[in-house]
């Protein structure tokens, strides 16, 4: 599988994104899909995951009811739509797959090349 996220940007505290992450390969409906962002200095940190039907979805706390991950499996792609910014949330935000239900960044199989987010205060 191979990802590639797109809509990345600047945006003003209190405003909105949404990432996108288009996947190659049949196989991308069979599997769990997250979302990580890594800040400068900062470890890689989990945000969303969410399963390959799409029904099961989890945040981190520092995002849940702002971020929203979703899923097209006849596009091959997940989303993140990203509302009321902060400026905390500057960082390369990263698209993922597993084949486990997981959170954790070391099960995870496959990896974009990322997108910068800068939120300005």
């Known amino acids: 599988v191979q990802l590639v996220e797109s809509g990345g940007g600047l945006v003003q505290a209190g405003g909105s994104l949404r990432l996108s992450c288009a996947a190659s390969?049949?196989?991308?409906?069979?599997?769990?899909m997250g979302w990580f962002r890594q800040a400068p200095g900062k470890e890689r940190e989990f945000v969303a995951r969410?399963?390959?039907?799409?029904?099961?979805?989890y945040y981190a706390d520092s995002v849940k009811g702002r971020f929203t991950i979703s899923r097209d499996n006849a596009e091959n792609s997940v989303y993140l739509q990203m509302n009321s910014l902060k400026p905390e949330d500057t960082a390369v935000y990263y698209c993922?797959?597993?084949?486990?239900?997981?959170?954790?960044?070391?099960?995870?199989?496959?990896w974009g090349q990322g997108t910068q987010v800068t939120v300005s205060s």
């Open positions: 969410i399963s390959w039907r799409g029904v099961n979805t």
């Open positions: 993922a797959a597993a084949v486990r239900l997981t959170t954790g960044f070391y099960e995870y199989d496959y």
């Open positions: 390969g049949r196989t991308f409906s069979t599997y769990t």
